[in-house]
């Protein structure tokens, strides 16, 4: 997901905006001139929203919930496989359909939980001819097996279900259905991350869950609208009732989030990719009609020179197999596996690319193929999805470039919290901080620096595909769960020294390292001051009239000796995360983020025309 914010102060639902944008991207978004006002509703709700006030996109407090830990019931089942069957009904902005869910018993059971938002309605619960007894309770639902599984059994139940789904108030950050329309014609996107699949689909509500076998859709949409989706396109049921049915099929793992339905005027741009394992896969961007060329431009002038970066860097493409699909969105844009979504709008940005095709296509790797074990590990997403567009402006712009991004995110840290604060019960509570972004990403860069270069690299490739060595890799490529601690094993294997001191410092204190110097009588003295007294024996560069001197801390405080007059610059070339006196302190920076958003949101109700009523 693009930045978001949030407070510990304030609490869940203060969730922020662009943030890449304002924190490492710089977010180019401007208003349109001829931009429709947002109903009056819509204005207030998302104000009170930036502030972490009830407002009417207040959820049930379960459907909030995503990728909490299972119930032991949850826990006792592994799906396999899901089939949903829609019917999208933008008139009355309601869905109507089944979902298929195939799964394994992990060990004997006679219940099935799952997941999907009150506000819609379950029909009936079947197994083969056998009608099934469903009890709800909150946000989850309990299916009764008309036979008791044994353990490795397989079976599959089939969810009817349907109505009005949540409407998204700021999506992607408050998400759920994002209705909207071009000349006419309906314009809809799915956009779940905080709070998840079970917002418009029975689910199981966890990314710890996901369907080993892939997901199969058919979604039906009025005439006039076609439907974008995750993995391949089998085919296009022309129907005589004014609906037509789009069939989509992924052999693929994903989270629930990674799942989207997307319909509207598009026109289908298509290109091909020859990937650095030597498979050829489809790029398919599918836009709006009336900006079809802006899209054709923009795989040529960011698609393609993206997916080179990453995969000279990373390895290949993850589902090279399938597709790297893109479809314009009626909000900013999200990682959806597959079929990113995309509502930059076109523009150039800041640093003369695409920032928000670059960080959603990051998540591919980060997020998508490599998936957070915990949602305290939600760092390794977009720690790493934000630090790659700082590393990509160093390749295209040099040092100028990386740096203005990392200043960008230093700024916006808010230090309120943890990075990886096992505290973090669900995404929703991972995401309210933005510093998961923003620190996360200093911390990469000051490991970068401390390790070298190809050290580094070559964690963050066994990090993804668990080898160094990936080029040749061949479809279809694992999926994996990844921890904050299998950060560190792997980055201290690489680094030939333990690096957990490093890494646990910066991600598990709110607070950062300040490094204290003192000039005096021709001595330059240095200390440490860490939070939680953890040790760090952080290496220090000095540069003194211009001459680098490398100051081992491992035995504690330390001073030099100075010329006179001598120049001295403390960690010259910004390699170290610290304190410095460029930002405010928790409650200060919480407190300009509302702002920030409050802004950010009403301005894009604006651009994007969102609708609620
Ligand atoms: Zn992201």
Redesign the pocket.
Known sequence: ???SISSMILARSLLSGCLLATAVAGCSNQQSDDGAMAPASVIAALEAAARGEAHPDDLHPDTVKSGKAMTPMQAAFDVQHYALTLKVLPESRSIQGSVAVRFDALESLDTVQLDLDPRLAIEGVTMGETSLNVRREEGSFMVSLPDRLAEGDSATIIVAYGGKPHVALAPPWFGGFVWSEVNGTPWFATAVQGDGCDLWWPCKDNFADKPDQGIDLAISAPKGVKVASVGVLRSVDEGDDGFDTWHWSSRHPYSGYAVAINGGPFELVEDEYEGINGSRYPIQFWALEENADKARALINSDVIPDLEFFERILGPYPWGDEKAGFVETPHLGM?HQTINGYGEQYRRGRYGYDWLLH?ELA?EWFGNVMTHARPEDAWL??GY?AYMQAVYSEETVGAMGYFDHMYGAYTNNEHCLPVANPEVEDAGEAFDNRDIYTKGSWMLHSLRRHIGEEAFWAGTRRLIYDTAEPWDLSYPIQSRYRSTEDFIDIMSDEAGEDVSWLVQTYLREAGMPELVTSRDNGQLSLSWNVPGDRDFPMPIDVSIDGEITVVDMSSGPQSLSLPDNARVIVDPESKILRTLPIIGDCSEQTEQQILDNIERFTRMAKDYGWQRD
């Open positions: 997901m693009t930045q990682e960080h998540h997403h977009e999805g």
